[in-house]
């Protein structure tokens, strides 16, 4: 089984910054892809950034492109996902999720999630 645990969430003023983390454990560390979500109340669940486990290519959304980066640390199993110029329209319960058979902003392409973390911007 896999388990993930996001950390790093917060409170934040707008134009700030955020790395929100997604550490990776278990039975098989061998996922396709790796997407980050994000749902806002009373939105529907948003893929925002995913990252290729086998070329490390990584992918944004339009709405994150050029603000949010993603990166890893394979030693400790984790993918970040550094945040910047953050809007008020960035706040949200950020999610993590590995799939073993695919990778996109589709959300039922991912089999394994994390509780989420909050990321509130607001001044």
């Known amino acids: 089984q896999v388990l993930i645990v996001e950390s790093g969430g917060g409170l934040v003023q707008p134009g700030g910054s955020l790395r929100l983390s997604c550490a990776v454990s278990?039975?098989?560390?061998?996922?396709?892809?790796l997407g980050w979500f994000r749902q806002a109340p009373g939105k529907e669940r948003e893929g925002i950034a995913c990252?290729?486990?086998?070329?490390?290519?990584?992918y944004y959304s339009d709405s994150v492109k050029g603000r949010f980066t993603l990166s890893r640390d394979n030693d400790k199993n984790t993918v970040y996902l550094q945040m910047n110029s953050l809007k008020s329209e960035d706040t949200a319960v950020y999610y993590c999720?590995?799939?073993?058979?695919?990778?996109?902003?589709?959300?039922?392409?991912?089999?394994?999630w994390g509780q989420g973390t909050q990321v509130t911007v607001s001044s």
């Open positions: 999720a590995t799939s073993d058979g695919g990778l996109g902003f589709d959300e039922r392409i991912y089999e394994n």
């Open positions: 990252l290729d486990n086998d070329d490390d290519s990584t």
């Open positions: 278990g039975f098989t560390l061998d996922y396709v892809g």
